[in-house]
């Protein structure tokens, strides 16, 4: 709730009701890389320390996330 969605790559989509982002990367070769990008504002003040979390997935049911919290100094 302290973050505002602001734009994304090129295959990224916001979902205003869920607050979720999601990237389409598409097809990659084994041992490739893709990245996606997005930018949110953060309207929070004071000690408000907010966290996000990423998750992927792949068509064949490989699954991973990543977690990430900063606080109300701007501190990752």
């Known amino acids: 709730s302290n ?5 994304g790559d090129t295959g ?3 979902d205003t ?3 979720v982002v999601t990237c389409t990367i ?3 070769a084994a041992g490739s890389e893709a990245q996606r990008s997005f930018r949110v504002k953060v309207s929070a003040s004071g000690t408000t320390a907010i966290a996000n979390t990423a998750e992927v997935s ?3 049911g490989q ?3 990543c977690s990430i919290t ?3 100094t701007g501190a990752v």
């Open 12 to 14: 990224c989509t916001y």
């Open 26 to 28: 598409g097809t990659l």
């Open 70 to 72: 900063m606080d109300a």
């Open 63 to 65: 699954r991973d996330s």
């Open 17 to 19: 009701t869920t607050r």
């Open 3 to 7: 973050l505002t969605y602001l734009d």
């Open 58 to 60: 792949s068509t064949n």
